[in-house]
């Protein structure tokens, strides 16, 4: 054929209703397996006759369950419309009366209007709650749609008015409530937080994740409860929240479900103006392999979509970009007729019946009671896939000129006394014209019908939710004998403190009580800190087991994957660790179990990379070990400017309820840990750890007298000066592998200087700086008194001579303590960019290591009178100090 003259024929209507027809009657005598079957290989006949079918994964737009197996709607509706109607009210006139009282005190009701559906179904037909007999459902709701959550528990008889009137003013007497999910803030409320967008997506499916683990591992029963996801679709622009989708297909995640509240809206405006957010979810959704339901159109469309009998309106459905439906949701029905099916005389025609006011009123799905269970129900009973739910909604939905549908919907907070009416007409609140304006919360009496039905719902599934519960009990042991070894050092063998951890990790994983609540966590580093070991002994955990023989198996620690495996080998995703940490270290609350988890990872990629999933984790008090492993700018030799750290402990020091600890020692790492579980699973503080660990090899020493206590408060004099009457003193503070360069540098002070130096180690400077800034504040608040004392301060008292700290971190970590030490406090710190180089090398460049300590010390003595300036400056030259050689910190 000539290219070149090629005309397409235009294709006949008749000739593609032939063919919509023959398949009618294959799908209604044989079904709809043989129609897809039919599908099937008319597609690979096509792919075979040379035909180029562009990849989709996208279905029409259209929804996926069609009306006609739709499931009977269980719930009286109509009962359920007003108590949804009560919730959006007492919803809004919380932000609206919030905002009179206090301008700008913020706070949202488009997002919950556009999701009140999805919730309610949720709530009267899906969501269990927890209880001594069945573990419940797991719920991550829409931060932005606290205002609804907190309207519903109202009607529920769980939060009172005083409660609601102080939303958004937490300090207020009596209580106020959370802007937003916050377990700290509201621990017998909300589970998870949820406000930063694209954790909560990432944290549902590790969630999900963990459940089966646990039941893999026989620590719970199993069962089919459910982890819903709650989401926004701008929030899917976060990398986090569709990052980890290919896990949950992966691992089978039926147990999973995410609701997407598809508004097409974000906070500036349109998420895709010019596309379709709807059809780029779903396809990459599937392309992952999970289940996914679109709920696009309501009911009132059914029978327009039935009389469609060519599939012009799906067709003009589809070309719709989201800017376009924007603009339908504010419009008239004139101009939706006009507009959307205007675009065809055969479109008109199907419309042809209804009158404009009907046209404005066709309901989209996410806003259709039924359409939404029918999904919800599909997608509890689907197996093998997690799925996820595409819902379309209107943001700002019943709002009117208030807001529906308009750009700046996402901030509208203020309401005027006409918006206020309408409202109330629109939902059918019974309140007059006058009380409208007052914004009174409105509960009908207990025993309307109303609140009996939503009662009875309740109790049908459990009890009310969201609510936190601790249910585990304490663990009892106190296992002195399981660390004494680490009490006792290493007898002259070198090992690292990574090594020392790993040993404790291995005796843990062995103890009768905590043995198995042990979660080991690593993001495909356990070869890094010397833990492939326990691959062997404890086994890698895998849904299906070990399908191959590896490649290892007959060394002696092959890589034993198993169902019942312990370690979550996570691969590469700090995040997704950082979840099944989170997963793992709330699991006392959600399942009543005191799983422990230790989290290892290069500390460069923790608080640097993940620190909100970090201030999550603190949020949702999660308990557990974080270790920042090969920590330390200069003791992680080679690795350069990304790997070496001297950032995390600094960063650390922004949440509260986390213990930092830079150990030096075995033994100080004995006694946090042990410390640490005590405190977390046997006291139930809602506290974690995070503790730096190193690859450099040296001797452990033995544990010294009376150390514990300093040891976990922060600090202890390690070991003091030989010489006690020199004249010339030093206090010399030294933590992690620097330690070692300030127990060497006080050697060179004494031989060389004659210079008498206390070694102090320093575990934590961060326990440091908090005690200090506790006792400042009370000192201020109780001037009556007699003042308390910084333990710094108490550590020191009495303490001569000149005050040195070197750490491994930046300077100005040991330098937060400085205004509690009796005298002036030279720090020297690790403050730059990291380069590849030996440790040595990398010590002499941040100006660290022993010789520089020296330095330090003698100039703060000359500062001081006690040596002359002579003295320093050749001690620089004896200990072959360059002083023109590059500034670490600007080069
Ligand atoms: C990580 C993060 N970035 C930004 C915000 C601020 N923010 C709050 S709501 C919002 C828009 C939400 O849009 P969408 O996810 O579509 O939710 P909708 O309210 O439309 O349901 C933004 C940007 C945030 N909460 N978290
Ligand atoms: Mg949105």
Known sequence: ????????????????????????????????????????????????????????????????????????????????????????????????????????????????????????????????????????????????????????????????????????????????????????????????????????????????????????????????????????????????????????????????????????????????????????????????????????????????????????????????????????????????????????????????????????????????????????????????????????????????????????????????????????????????????????????????????????????????MPQRKVRSAPIVADHDELFREFFEGSEGREVSTTMAFVGMLRKMLKDPEIGKLVVPIVPDEARTFGMESLFRTVGIYSSVGQRYEPVDVNTLLYYKEAKNGQILEEGITEAGSVASFIAAGSAYATHGINTIPFFIYYSMFGFQRIADFIWAAADMRTRGFLLGGTAGRTTLAGEGLQHQDGNSHVLALSVPNLRAYDPAYAYEIAVILQDGIRRMYKEGENIFYYITVMNEPYAMPAMPAGAKEGILKGMYKLRPAAERKAKLRAQLFGSGAILNEVLRAQEILDQKFGVAADVWSVTSYKNLYTDGIEVERWNRLHPDETPRVPYVTQCLEGEQGVLVAASDYLKVLPSMISKWTPRRLATLGTDGFGRSETRESLRDFFEVDSRFIVIATLHELAQDGLVGEATVQNAIKDLHINPDKPNPVSS
């Open 1 to 464: 054929m000539d290219q070149e003259t090629y005309v397409p024929r235009q294709i006949e209507d008749v000739e593609i209703q032939e063919w919509l027809e023959s398949l009618d009657s294959v799908l209604l005598s044989s079904g709809a397996e043989v129609a897809r079957e039919i599908m099937e290989r008319l597609r690979a006949h096509a792919t075979i006759s040379g035909i180029d079918l562009p990849f989709s994964a996208n279905t029409p737009y259209a929804n996926t369950i069609p009306a006609r197996l739709e499931p009977l709607f269980p719930g009286d509706q109509q009962l359920e419309r007003r108590i949804k109607s009560l919730i959006r009210w007492n919803a809004l006139a919380m932000v609206v009366r919030a905002n009179r009282l206090e301008h700008n005190i913020g706070g949202h009701i488009s997002t919950y209007a556009s999701a009140a559906t999805l919730y309610e179904v949720g709530f009267n037909h899906f969501f269990r709650a927890r209880s001594s007999s069945f573990e419940g459902d797991t719920v991550y709701f829409q931060g932005h749609a606290a205002p609804g959550i907190y309207a519903r528990a109202f009607l529920e008889g769980r939060l009172s008015v005083e409660q609601l009137v102080n939303f958004r003013r937490e300090l207020k007497p009596g209580g106020g409530l959370s802007s937003y999910p916050h377990p700290w803030l509201m621990p017998d409320l909300w589970e998870y937080p949820t406000v930063s967008m694209g954790l909560s997506p990432l944290m549902a499916i590790y969630q999900a994740r963990f459940n089966r683990y646990l039941e893999n591992r026989g620590l719970k029963p199993v069962t089919d409860a459910k982890v819903w996801a709650f989401l926004g679709d701008g929030e899917t622009d976060e990398p986090e929240s569709l990052g980890a989708i290919t896990l949950a297909s992966r691992e089978k995640l039926d147990n999973l479900i995410f609701v997407v509240n598809c508004n097409l809206q974000r906070l500036d405006g349109p998420v895709r103006g010019n596309g379709q957010i709807i059809q780029e979810l779903e396809s990459a959704f599937r392309g992952a392999g999970w289940n996914v339901i679109k709920i696009l159109w309501g009911s009132e469309w059914d029978p327009i979509i039935e009389r469609d009998t060519e599939g012009l309106l799906v067709k003009r459905m589809g070309e719709m970009v989201d800017g376009e439906y924007q603009k339908l949701v504010v419009s008239s029905g004139a101009y939706i007729r006009q507009f959307f099916f205007g675009s065809d005389p055969r479109l008109l025609k199907l419309v042809d019946p209804l009158p404009d006011e009907a046209l404005r009123r066709l309901r989209l799905g996410g806003h259709d009671p039924r359409k939404v269970y029918a999904a919800y129900k599909a997608a509890f009973e689907h197996k093998g896939r997690p799925t996820v739910i595409l819902a379309r909604t209107i943001k700002g939905y019943g709002l009117g000129e208030a807001g529906e549908g308009k750009n700046v919907t996402h901030q509208q907070k203020k309401l005027n006394e006409d918006e206020l009416r309408e409202f109330r007409s629109r939902f059918g609140i019974p309140l007059s014209d006058e009380d409208v304006n007052s914004l009174p919360f409105y509960r009908p009496a207990e025993d309307s019908e109303e609140m009996r039905y939503l009662k009875a719902r309740r109790e049908a599934l459990g009890g009310y």
